[in-house]
Nanobody, 127 residues
Framework: QVQLVESGGGLVQPGGSLRLSCEAS????????IAWFRQAPGKERERVSC????????NYADSVKGRFTISRDNAKNTLYLQMNSLKPEDTAVYYC????????????????????WGQGTQVTVSS
């Protein structure tokens, strides 16, 4: 059974940092396209960042470039999202997702094409 379990969300002041984790079981992440999505109230789910299994290349939404860093620890089978310089508009529920095994570049996969999802973790940026 595949499980993706996120952790690390919380309340942080603007300009602060958080690191989200997504521990996987039942799949080996380095063979999968893996991504972080977020969804704010009243908005569509948005892909924040992803890693391709094909070559480990990463992709970021323009709104988070230079502030967020996605990484993967193959030994721990865990995906991370380091979020720095957080803004109120980053407030959302953050989800990790995986699809595969696949050699498609992750940036070519929409939300509906990811087959495995975590339960989400709330990130609130507020003073």
């Amino acid at each position: 059974q595949v499980q993706l379990v996120e952790s690390g969300g919380g309340l942080v002041q603007p300009g602060g940092s958080l690191r989200l984790s997504c521990e996987a079981s039942g799949i080996t992440l380095n063979y999968y396209a893996i991504a972080w999505f977020r969804q704010a109230p009243g908005k569509e789910r948005e892909r924040v960042s992803c890693i391709s299994a094909r070559d480990g290349s990463t992709n970021y939404a323009d709104s988070v470039k230079g502030r967020f860093t996605i990484s993967r620890d193959n030994a721990k089978n865990t995906l991370y999202l380091q979020m720095n310089s957080l803004k109120p508009e980053d407030t959302a529920v953050y989800y990790c997702a995986a699809e595969g095994p696949t050699y498609y570049y992750c940036s070519g996969l929409g939300a509906s094409e990811y087959g495995y999802w975590g339960q989400g973790t709330q990130v609130t940026v507020s003073s």
